[in-house]
């Protein structure tokens, strides 16, 4: 079964084309390919509350593209969401129209609890011990999704407006962040040994540099060290320095404070960093709707 899915985010736009095989009732994912473009939406939507016209043809120009590879990939289904930066865009509207009719793509905007159970779709309970408790956090460029999983299953799910492109505009103001830790503090009370998994590719770069092993846990105070020293460079010497995209460099430490902050807040010392994200989400989510036809 081959499926492609589209995200629109606030810093960057991926398609990702991927492949799952199901012989034996345990499906394996492979990706065979994601493609991830930076276009930062986020700049219009957050400050101007709309995406300007250059942006908007752009992205309409990048749907053609994507329209063109899902032709040729030939998925049996593909989705198309898009999150914080189209959600608060008062055009928003328009350009779905607009990238429907010109490039033959329904694009959803999406609310940000829909983002959050589509992420943890990825069967994350798989990842978790059955008796432990996770505080699963996606911190995107315009929103921050968090889900507090006991025993496998979600128990509570929360979206607030804190992201990247949002704190390094100066954009979060401080009682979205009393929000979010209220919340954190009231979900967790009585909870003891909280573990947490972060998503997002700030999370997965802070993790690299690192130097951790993929499936190990990266303790809260290495993290905390690993983004303190970053934040001592500028952005042109993070590029240089930790081989890193233009649009990577100037928000990974603006990330780093939100995965910090609901860590401290929540009394938790270590956070495991899978390489998941949104895209992947959805096409766990047309497989469950097509692996019938399958079997």
Not at 50 to 75: G, T, W
Not at 252 to 268: C, D, E, F, R, T
């Amino acid at each position: 079964m081959k499926f492609a899915a589209i995200d629109v985010g606030s810093n960057a736009i991926r398609l990702l084309f991927s492949r799952v095989e199901d012989q034996t009732g345990q499906p394996f994912f492979e990706k065979v390919s994601l493609l991830r473009i930076p276009l930062r939406l986020g700049d219009d939507a957050f400050i101007n509350k709309k995406i300007s016209e250059e942006k908007a043809d752009k992205l309409v120009e990048l749907m053609q593209a994507f329209r063109h590879l899902i032709n040729v990939y030939q998925p049996i289904e593909y989705m198309a969401y898009a999150t914080s930066a189209m959600r608060e865009a008062k055009n928003h509207k328009k350009i779905v129209n607009q990238i429907k009719k010109e490039c033959d793509i329904d694009l959803q905007v999406i609310e940000g609890k829909k983002e959050a159970k589509v992420i943890y779709s990825n069967h994350i309970e798989k990842m978790l011990d059955r008796n432990g408790s996770y505080l699963y956090i996606d911190v995107g460029g315009g929103s921050t999704e968090i889900t507090f999983f006991k025993g496998k299953h979600a128990i509570r799910s929360r979206s607030f407006n804190i992201g990247t492109i949002r704190i390094k505009e100066g954009l979060v103001p401080k009682r979205n962040w009393k929000k979010m830790k209220k919340w954190i503090k009231d979900t967790l009370e009585g909870e003891e040994n909280v573990c947490a998994i972060g998503t997002g590719g700030n999370i997965n770069k802070l993790f690299k540099h690192a130097g951790k092993k993929e499936g190990k846990p990266l303790k809260y105070k290495k993290l905390k060290t690993t983004a303190n020293y970053m934040g001592k460079f500028t952005v042109e010497e993070r590029i240089i320095k930790f081989n890193m995209k233009p649009d990577r460099a100037d928000v990974i430490v603006p990330a780093s404070k939100v995965y910090l902050s609901a860590m401290k807040w929540g009394n938790i010392n270590k956070i495991y960093v899978p390489k998941i994200g949104l895209v992947d989400g959805m096409v766990h989510v047309m497989y469950k709707k097509h692996k019938e036809n399958f079997v």
